[in-house]
């Protein structure tokens, strides 16, 4: 399985580029993102890459960084996003930018990307909670925002309206698992 290209660029073009190694030339489908940190043309360049092998065809999926190839390879477990739609999403936004999308349930924002509507985009958020976290911005606030609903949640099963479970969580901890989140929780509506 080829997972790095490293050799001379011969062409580039914001949807592929062809990169010569050893006197072989690949052609490798790349995201607009990539496309903007390639080299001049007849430059030395590394890729990340994403072998595709299909029936008819073998694919190579190139990126400048492993973050987006991991955004890429989670991206196309998705059910109905295939490679091109994965590739688009991270032409759209970079690696950081989707995982936070992604974390803050933006069914909006992910639904922007081409040829992904909201059922698609809510299907992403299902399928990829907690997977690209930490690309995230602010690993820190997701976990924690995580975790409060998860506490609320615990105390809805338990028979507390949705109201007084959010006020109830309002004053725990920074790094609270959810065990003693619902036990201060708990704590603190039973005053």
Avoid: W
Avoid at 32 to 55: A, G, K
Avoid at 65 to 91: N, P, Y
Avoid at 107 to 115: E, F, N, T
């Amino acid at each position: 399985m080829i997972t790095r290209l490293s050799g001379i660029l011969l062409e580039k073009h914001p949807s592929y580029t062809v990169i010569d190694v050893s006197g072989i030339g690949y052609c490798v489908h790349i995201s607009v993102q990539t496309f903007d940190t390639l080299p001049e043309i007849n430059q030395s360049v590394v890729l990340h890459i994403q072998m595709i092998v299909r029936e008819d065809a073998l694919l190579l999926f190139g990126f400048s960084s492993v973050e987006e190839r991991e955004s890429f390879r989670h991206l196309i477990r998705v059910s109905g996003i295939g490679a091109k739609m994965a590739l688009s999403a991270l032409s759209v936004f970079d690696s950081k930018t989707l995982a936070d999308a992604i974390a803050n349930e933006d069914v909006r924002r992910l639904s922007s990307i081409p040829g992904i509507g909201k059922k698609t985009a809510e299907r992403m958020i299902l399928e990829l909670r907690g997977q690209l976290v930490h690309l995230a911005s602010d690993t820190s606030q997701v976990a924690k925002s995580r975790t409060i609903d998860d506490v609320i949640a615990t105390l809805i099963s338990l028979g507390y309206n949705e109201r007084e479970a959010t006020l109830a969580t309002k004053e725990l901890p920074e790094n609270v698992d959810i065990g003693e989140g619902v036990r201060l929780a708990l704590k603190k509506l039973a005053k």
